[in-house]
């Protein structure tokens, strides 16, 4: 006659219990620490993305307007006034469908560095009398340095533009293009060279 050997049934003893919640708890915690570095690292990069659109915005802004500069005297008198932070010119193709709107297709806009950051600024109609109001809206912000310098045709022998000389600074005619330098406090100084259309130094 067989002999069947009872097997009482046994649970997990205390320790067992205790180096499971233990084990768990380290996994959760080293999940937790991958997840929060995972989401700190995407805000930081939509971050830095939607400060780089905003540059890229700007940049774009700045080159539409320079490009359609024309030679047609400011408030200043001049066809470009540029001096440390300020920037100001007449500029065309501004958008007026068969005349619909009670102004022309020309527009006085100015740029200016104005409590850190950079302003664009336009008026309504081209011979701006001392009472009216410009438009304006910030162009790009944290910026620290705005400068401006006329550029003539050619370039020195490591292709880089030539600066006008001193005189040139006050021109009669266009310049071939300008020359942007920001500095800003995300993405450092900046320098840009910008083509005016039909710009030439007499």
Same mark, same amino acid.
């Given at each position: 006659m067989s002999k069947f050997v009872r097997r009482e049934a046994r649970g997990f003893t205390l320790v067992e219990v205790l180096v499971t919640v233990v084990i768990m708890a380290v996994i959760g915690l080293a999940s937790a620490a991958v997840i929060n570095a995972i989401m700190r690292t995407s805000e930081q990069s939509e971050k830095a993305i939607d400060q780089l659109q905003k540059l890229q915005y700007a940049m774009l802004i700045l080159? #539409?307007?320079?490009? #359609?500069?024309?030679?047609?005297?400011?408030?200043?008198?001049?066809?470009?006034?540029?001096?440390?932070?300020?920037?100001?010119?007449?500029?065309?193709?501004?958008?007026?469908? #068969?005349?619909?709107?009670?102004?022309?297709?020309? #527009?006085?806009?100015?740029?200016?560095?104005?409590?850190?950051?950079?302003?664009?600024?336009?008026f309504t109609f081209v011979d701006v009398s001392e009472s009216s109001e410009p438009f304006s809206r910030v162009v790009l912000e944290d910026v620290d340095g705005f400068e401006v310098e006329f550029l003539r045709a050619g370039a020195d022998k490591e292709g880089r533009a030539v600066p006008a000389p001193e005189q040139a600074l006050t021109p009669t005619s266009l310049p071939p293009g300008i020359e942007i330098t920001l500095d800003t406090q995300r993405w450092g100084r900046i320098t840009r060279v910008f083509l005016i259309n039909g710009g030439s130094y007499e």
């Open positions: 080159e #539409q307007d320079i490009r #359609q500069i024309v030679p047609r005297d400011n408030p200043t008198g001049l066809y470009i006034f540029a001096e440390e932070g300020r920037l100001g010119f007449v500029r065309s193709g501004w958008f007026n469908p #068969q005349g619909l709107f009670p102004r022309s297709e020309l #527009q006085p806009v100015a740029y200016i560095l104005r409590d850190g950051n950079l302003v664009r600024e336009h």
